[in-house]
């Protein structure tokens, strides 16, 4: 039997999403076409490859052991593709990057800038989520993605993956000038914060911060944008913990006080098969030197 590699790619993407609806949207489909396609596939392997559970759809054991098996399958045809390319010595697009909210607004404009330049003919993509979800790089939705990690919070999600780190970065403390009380973390236990949801790594370091001086913070402002952040701070109406890449653009009323022993790392994170495809490794080049220029 000859795999259909298109049918196998939407049984991934109901693995991971969970839903027909889901996956029929990450694929541009509509959920009857999905169905479709997948009652096809069950018929080739003569077995049942998803059960129902709720409004949710799970993988039998028949249908686990395709998707599992189905990664080296996908990878074999991702290295094949980068060797045609590497013999042909053409750099050809297009690549999608995919970025959270201050990586977008800083690395990935100047990357492109340089690339434009200096490739006119290379097309780049860019997929901005404040919450980056590693699905869409597994899945092939995504060349590149940025991702983040703090020293106080390592995590395991970048295995498999190749990983090149773009920029190593401060944390700040970030206060109304107006009410400024200094460095310490614990001078600000009865003010209002400004945070992301603690499913956010920028909202989970400041709740973890503030635990470790002692307290909880009063989070009354809850988002994820830089921009609303800054502006409430600069208000007096809230206090905030930021990486330096996020607080750039500060404006006046704002006070930057550096958190002593917090970092962040920001990564260019692909899928091992392609890293090596000359347009993915010319984007992660600009990248890099757009990360350095950031940290200078």
Request: with cysteine; aromatic share 4%; hydrophobic share 45%.
């Given at each position: 039997?000859?795999?259909?590699?298109?049918?196998?790619?939407?049984?991934?993407?109901?693995?991971?999403?969970?839903?027909?609806?889901?996956?029929?949207?990450?694929?541009?489909?509509?959920?009857?076409?999905?169905?479709?396609?997948?009652?096809?596939?069950?018929?080739?392997?003569?077995?049942?490859?998803?059960?129902?559970?709720?409004?949710?759809?799970?993988?039998?054991?028949?249908?686990?052991?395709?998707?599992?098996?189905?990664?080296?399958?996908?990878?074999?045809?991702?290295?094949?593709?980068?060797?045609?390319?590497?013999?042909?010595?053409?750099?050809?697009?297009?690549?999608?990057?995919?970025?959270?909210?201050?990586?977008?607004?800083?690395?990935?404009?100047?990357?492109?800038?340089?690339?434009?330049?200096?490739?006119?003919?290379?097309?780049?993509?860019?997929?901005?989520?404040?919450?980056?979800?590693?699905?869409?790089?597994?899945?092939?939705?995504?060349?590149?993605?940025?991702?983040?990690?703090?020293?106080?919070?390592?995590?395991?999600?970048?295995?498999?993956?190749?990983?090149?780190?773009?920029?190593?970065?401060?944390?700040?403390?970030?206060?109304?000038?107006?009410?400024?009380?200094?460095?310490?973390?614990?001078?600000?236990?009865?003010?209002?914060?400004?945070?992301?949801?603690?499913?956010?790594?920028?909202?989970?370091?400041?709740?973890?911060?503030?635990?470790?001086?002692?307290?909880?913070?009063?989070?009354?402002?809850?988002?994820?944008?830089?921009?609303?952040?800054?502006?409430?701070?600069?208000?007096?109406?809230?206090?905030?913990?930021?990486?330096?890449?996020a607080a750039h653009d500060v404006p006046a009323g704002v006070v930057l006080h550096a958190i002593p022993g917090t970092r962040r790392r920001v990564k260019a994170l692909t899928r091992p098969g392609t890293t090596s495809r000359p347009a993915i490794a010319l984007v992660l080049d600009h990248l890099e030197r757009a990360g350095a220029a950031a940290s200078g």
């Open positions: 039997m000859v795999l259909d590699l298109h049918r196998l790619r939407f049984l991934r993407e109901v693995a991971a999403r969970g839903t027909m609806a889901a996956a029929a949207e990450a694929l541009s489909y509509t959920p009857s076409a999905v169905s479709q396609q997948l009652a096809i596939l069950e018929k080739e392997f003569g077995t049942s490859l998803l059960e129902r559970r709720g409004r949710n759809v799970v993988l039998t054991p028949a249908g686990r052991a395709l998707v599992d098996g189905s990664d080296e399958v996908f990878a074999a045809a991702e290295r094949a593709s980068v060797a045609v390319e590497a013999v042909t010595g053409r750099v050809v697009g297009p690549v999608t990057v995919g970025a959270f909210q201050s990586a977008g607004l800083r690395l990935v404009p100047e990357a492109l800038v340089s690339l434009r330049d200096d490739h006119p003919e290379l097309e780049v993509h860019l997929r901005q989520d404040l919450n980056v979800d590693l699905r869409d790089l597994h899945l092939g939705h995504v060349d590149i993605c940025i991702d983040q990690e703090y020293d106080q919070h390592p995590h395991q999600r970048h295995g498999g993956l190749d990983a090149r780190v773009l920029l190593e970065e401060p944390v700040f403390l970030a206060v109304p000038e107006t009410q400024d009380a200094g460095p310490a973390v614990d001078a600000y236990r009865d003010r209002t914060w400004a945070a992301a949801d603690d499913v956010d790594e920028c909202g989970e370091l400041l709740r973890s911060t503030c635990r470790q001086a002692g307290y909880q913070p009063d989070v009354r402002f809850h988002t994820d944008d830089v921009e609303v952040t800054l502006r409430l701070v600069a208000a007096g109406l809230a206090v905030s913990i930021l990486p330096r890449l």
